[in-house]
């Protein structure tokens, strides 16, 4: 069994808000998932006098407050900001914590948009496109003397993003952006999976057809689109819908529909997820 975690300090009556993370928090062991699930993200304007006002003010944690003040007034770490909250609550396992400040460590040694860079893949990888397509585009408009090579591998990201968001043309659009500035193949090969997704068979015969790279690069396309739809065939979601089609056939409307209303709502939640903003 998991040890028993106890709980310290007081349920907020308001949240703070974690800006780098978009998230708010009621209780100090919130804050203390939310530092170790989100360490790539935070950085020094996360500890700052607002977050220790609220700890002591919101947590009824005066002691943890104070001591937090008079690290920062010596302008101490902030992998030993926190450091110190996770130890005082100790909500987190000891390698967790250590985990935790070696990669602030790590950040707090990055340059800007090395920073960025780190956040935005953390980001894409976790699924909180909106906010990583911000950190992209920062990227892609602010560094000076970009690389070809990061530009492109910027540019596959953002195209990965939109081909989940289902936005297939313009996924495509940056995946052609990718391979001409990045000259990786599998930009290409990506690039070609979304035309065909948003291409009817025979517009994306035809589209092929007129390319020799294009025409050879399809065959890679059709194996892994062929692997694809025979690992989607052995998968819970296929059999989920397989449950629901026999539920039809046999009748049992009452079944049906909850099933059908029960895979809806997880698809909603599962897109607003990724979705928090209007994506343009």
Known sequence: MSRPILCIGSYAKEPYHIEKIGRN??????LCYCIVKNAFLID???????????????????RLADELRNMAAKRCSM????????DYVGYNTRKEVDRTEEILRANAGMDVYRKKLARA????????????????????????????????????NEGVMYAKLFLFDKAAMMFQK?????????????????????????EYVSFIADSDEAYEASMDVESRMKEAEELYASSEDNLMLRTV????????????????????????????DIVKDKVK
Not at 48 to 59: G, M, N, Q, R, T
Not at 121 to 132: I, Q, V
Request: proline share 1%; charged share 35%.
């Open 25 to 30: 928090v009621y209780c100090i062991e919130e």
């Open 245 to 272: 089609a026999v539920y039809k056939a046999e009748g049992k409307m009452h079944e049906y529909y909850d099933k059908v209303g029960e895979i809806a709502d997880g698809m909603k939640r599962d897109y607003r």
């Open 44 to 62: 020094e304007e996360t500890f700052e006098e607002s977050l220790f006002d609220w700890i002591e003010k919101e947590c009824s944690l005066t």
């Open 121 to 156: 893949d953390f980001l894409m990888k976790n699924g909180r496109f909106s906010m990583a397509f911000r950190e992209y585009e920062f990227l892609l408009n602010n560094t000076p003397e970009i690389d070809k090579k990061l530009r492109g591998r910027i540019e596959h």
């Open 79 to 86: 992998a030993s900001l926190a450091g110190t909250i996770l």
């Open 178 to 202: 990718a391979y001409e500035d990045g000259g990786e193949r599998e930009s290409y090969l990506q690039y070609l999976s979304a035309v065909r997704m948003n291409l009817s068979n025979k």
